[in-house]
């Protein structure tokens, strides 16, 4: 691919030591329409991946004769915080909220409607730019998701670059009125916010992958590596656009240009032998988490990040990812009842790829899955697997109501229940069945695999593959 990427440095550090120490910065605020005894909400977000990621830290200040004040501990240089004001009138103080601002060591930021300028003080300017470029991001070139023409595509795509390129002028007027962290950061977002654009509208679009990349083939971005963006490696692990935005790119350029389906395999070890450092540790933990349900063999690749990664902060996601994936974990052995009372052991399938199907009564999902596995049932050799059907009801008379109902077994499924330990059987746990329905396959040799994709969702193609 021809993509030349933002960063490539050398030089490595660990995280806390290159940010060094820590510090404060002060918010202050005041506005007329905050009543007394209000609460205003400051959530803080360090080094942010942006998965499903929660505030690491939430303020709160009660206002008094109209005002608020914050002090903010920062970890890093720069972090990432949300100021969320009484929602009373969504018309006047809904607009006053903040989303993913930039704060800095030793800011001392004024946000009122008591002066001439709404934002002053210390570190104010890159409040402003933030404000302003956000309004530009509100406009839209709207594209249906159904939509099957590759002009409208492509148009869409190039209005999004002039946004980019309106954005970044606006920035470049900027420039020396802002940290240089604060610059990058903000230069950073600028192209995450384009490339993550495109490629939800390449993701959204219903045209044939060979007609879209045949379309894409003419389409000319503007040089966006020309602009000064991101150019520090540390600073970069800190931007909130970063993952997504790289990641997008790489879509863009090597799937939807090419035709080619997306391979988290294939991004992963591109994005590890083009970056390095922290900004590499934080791609490819960012990568696994959001694709951990992906249809490719995640555990080689998580594997292979557990000897690449050694960032605590990172280190942690690819824990989880290893305990949900049950790499390196054997299968467990069980003793169930079944419906005429009899003990079922594990032991008693080997050498038999087994189907754990998780469920209980009441649950939707659970019967809709079972029309499927009925289906699969009919396409496989039943002298070499076996389908398994795990209750948790803790009622042993409305289990076996329901398994004779139909509605949620298959027909040649080992019916089986956890008794009066229910959903806190040891069985759930060490498989990390947290909710339902859930399939696990059990190979052969007795090693758990991944989760299959849900049947409806690809045919049974996936779960299909994974039993034969």
Known sequence: MKAVYILFLTGICSYNSCFG????????????????????????????????QPAEAAIISIVHQHRFSFTVPLETPASYISLKLPLKNKNVEGKKNLYDFIVEQNDKIIYTDEIEKEIAGKGACKWVLQRALYKISQSRYDVSPDNKDPDKIITSMKFTDSLFTLKSKLLTAYRDRISSRAFQLI??????????????VLRNSRIDKNDLAEALSGYLPPDMNA??????????????GFCEGITARYVVDSCYKSG?????????????AAFSGPAREKLLSYLLYR?????????NIVNDADNVIKEPIYRDIIASLKENLLIGRAAYNFNLQDTSGRIIQSADFKEKTVLLDFWFTGCTPCKMLAVKL???ESKLNHDSMVFISINIDKNRGMWKSSVRSGLYTSLHAVNLNTGALGIGHPLLKHYSVTSFPALLVVDKE????????????????DLLSLLQ
């Open 260 to 272: 080619k389906p997306f391979s988290v395999g294939k991004c992963y070890y591109f994005l590890k």
């Open 21 to 52: 120490q820590s510090g404060n910065a002060l918010i202050n605020g005041s506005f007329k329409f905050l009543n007394e005894g209000d609460t205003v909400t400051l959530e803080l977000v360090n080094n942010p991946l942006k998965i499903d």
């Open 187 to 200: 230069a950073g977002s600028n192209l995450s916010t384009a490339w993550t654009a495109k490629e939800f």
């Open 374 to 376: 009925k289906e699969i």
């Open 291 to 299: 694709y951990r349900k992906s249809a490719d063999d995640m555990r």
């Open 446 to 461: 007795g090693h758990p695999k991944r989760n299959p994709k849900d049947p409806s969702s690809d045919n049974s193609e």
């Open 227 to 240: 602009f000064p963006a991101v150019r520090d490696n540390f600073t970069l692990v800190l931007s909130a």
